[in-house]
């Protein structure tokens, strides 16, 4: 073994070790009732994924953005505002719903069935997305009717706002509300991940 070979072995042991202590500190911070919020990231056809989970259920989905690490940390600091501070790496807590999200772009889930903590969202916003959240896999509704759904019919332009500002998109399935004429409207994560995620579906052809 040469010296750089024996310099990568030591680094990947030295990542190795790393990851253990940083398991070990998130259990130890769970056990300690220090943990409120678990985090990490998944590699996914639309880019990296940052996921997080709380006790009551995934809180957080967000698309990485042009600015990289200040995407990642202004989502952190927005948990830490309004979530709790107590924020914390922990993959092995956020392995479920990683999961089935890989399932979901392999094409072999059609359901999510982790659970969603809304603490995000309030009010109007909250009563669109939960009626979002039962669209099916496949089928598409409208700004409209998602803002009957949620008690108010004529509120067509603030169900869109409330779409447009989701923090759980891909499994609160924004994505599947058009515009009432069928023009694909907006999306947050943008048009042409709008289209890949209707295009797996089913609901656009390839």
Sequence with gaps: ????????????????????????????AARAG?????????????GTLLVAVTPRGLVRV????????????????????????????????????????????EGERRRFATPVDWSLVRGFAQDVLRATAKVPFGHVTSYRQMAEAAGSPRASRAAGNALGSNPIPIVVPCHRVLHSGGGLGGYAGGLERKRYLLTLEGVLSA
């Design 62 to 105: 967000a698309y990485e953005e042009a600015g990289g690490d200040d995407r990642e940390e202004a989502v952190l600091a927005e948990l830490a505002d309004r979530v709790s501070p107590r924020v914390l790496h922990a993959p092995e807590r956020t392995d479920a719903v990683r999961r089935e999200l890989d399932e979901y772009f």
């Design 1 to 28: 073994m040469n010296e750089l070979e024996r310099r990568l072995a030591h680094l990947g042991r030295a990542e190795l070790d790393h990851e253990r202590t940083m398991a070990r500190l998130s259990e130890a």
């Design 34 to 46: 220090l943990l409120d919020v678990a985090y990490a990231t998944l590699d996914s056809p639309l």
